[in-house]
């Protein structure tokens, strides 16, 4: 089972389970974009954490492999990469499919925020960030195929 429980409990008194279920988010495959390896890895974590299917690039170039290959149901870029900029790539996934688009970034600024929103991202997200929060993007996302910026 994919989930979560956590418990509260006082002696002599009672206790208090709060499970959560993430089985069915299995099935939802989260295509995440980062040249950093340490954020790459935090990310992904956090995102199978929540009960997702996590597959990971580093570039631009093999972002756009995985995306043909295995159609993920959502994706999050990092804004600066090495090759082509995360930017440029969400523009390049745009013209051909409606996929979410979340932009992730250390840099701060209502420069980038705007350029994501006009080359068609979902979602803005910055560096660092609470799991709780890329959580609720991703749903956010997946539910609505937009994010009130």
Do not use: W
């Not at 208090?16 to 890895?41: G, I, W």
């Not at 932009?103 to 929103?117: I, R, V």
């Amino acid at each position: 089972m994919q989930g979560r429980c956590c418990t509260e409990s006082q002696i002599s008194n009672h206790s208090n389970f709060d499970c959560k279920s993430y089985s069915h988010r299995s099935e939802l495959l989260v295509l995440v974009v980062d040249s950093d390896a340490d954020n790459l890895e935090l990310t992904s974590k956090v995102i199978s954490y929540y009960g997702f299917s996590v597959i990971t690039a580093t570039n631009s170039q093999t972002a756009l492999e995985i995306f043909q290959e295995y159609q993920p149901a959502i994706i999050l870029v990092e804004i600066m990469l090495p090759d082509v900029d995360g930017i440029d790539l969400g523009r390049l996934v745009r013209r051909t499919a409606s996929v979410p688009i979340i932009a992730l970034t250390s840099l701060p600024g209502h420069l980038f925020h705007e350029q994501a929103l006009r080359a068609g991202f979902n979602g803005y997200i910055e560096k660092p960030f609470e799991f709780e929060t890329l959580e609720h993007v991703i749903i956010h996302c997946l539910n609505l195929k937009s994010f009130p910026f």
